[in-house]
């Protein structure tokens, strides 16, 4: 059972729009949500993340907005840049002790110069 | 060292044969994490270590997965008797402390078995 889903596989978008990245969540138990990117044949880096008690964080392009009522999470990149392309990947995490992170399947975005 | 370093990052290995895939963490995290990729997948966790406590091994697939620790340095995941459904990139992530939420990505393992 996927808990967390990204229902996009791939995105296209021209340089300087913006970018939207979905990612829907089951598990209620959730508490901290994380975005990775990800470039080919290298591993993926962190992006942004937000706390449920939260419902948006911002970092300079990036923003991330929290509808916990809806488990819903969302990142808008604006405005896109050639070099955002990249594979997307969604997670979150329970806080347990383990702290393991459930992941997302990604979106590929690829921002057209 | 400044990352987390894998190695080999290809292995390619016919069905049946074992493989041990390695994993260096950042000096002084102490938390590791195991995943893999398989095409078209999320990723999916495999295995957590942290210092001297047992691991989380809820994640392994099947008892043909195993992975060490040695303290907080150097991980290995072995996996027996290979599938054809073993193929995937095997991701290691370190962090800084147990529940640190960031963690830091290898390049992988991109594992073929034909």
């Known amino acids: 059972d996927q808990q967390v889903k990204q229902n996009s596989p791939s995105l296209s978008v021209q340089e300087g729009r913006i970018s939207i990245l979905n990612c829907d969540y089951t598990n209620s138990m959730f508490d901290y949500f994380l975005w990775y990117k990800k470039y080919p044949a290298e591993g993926p880096t962190f992006l942004i993340s937000?706390?449920?008690?939260?419902d948006k964080n911002e970092d300079g392009r990036f923003t991330v907005f929290l509808n916990k009522s809806a488990k819903h999470l969302s990142l808008h990149i604006v405005p896109s840049q050639p070099g955002d392309s990249a594979v997307y990947f969604c997670a979150a995490s329970d806080g347990g002790a383990t702290n393991k992170l459930i992941f997302g399947t990604g979106t590929l975005l690829a921002v057209q110069p | 060292g400044a990352g987390v370093s894998q190695s080999p990052s290809n292995k390619v290995t016919e069905k049946g044969k074992d493989v041990e895939l390695r994993c260096d963490p950042i000096?002084?995290?102490?938390?590791l994490y195991w995943y893999r990729q398989r095409l078209g997948q999320g990723l999916e966790f495999l295995i957590y270590?942290?210092?001297?406590?047992?691991?989380?091994k809820s994640g392994l697939p099947s008892d043909r997965f195993s992975a060490e620790r040695t303290g907080e340095s150097v991980s290995t995941l072995t996996i027996q008797r290979t599938q054809q459904e073993d193929s995937a990139v095997y991701l290691c992530a370190s962090s800084f402390a147990a529940g640190a939420n960031v963690l830091t990505f290898g390049a992988g393992s991109r594992l073929t078995v034909l």
């Open positions: 000096s002084g995290h102490t938390a």
């Open positions: 937000i706390s449920s008690i939260k």
């Open positions: 270590f942290q210092g001297n406590s047992a691991p989380d």
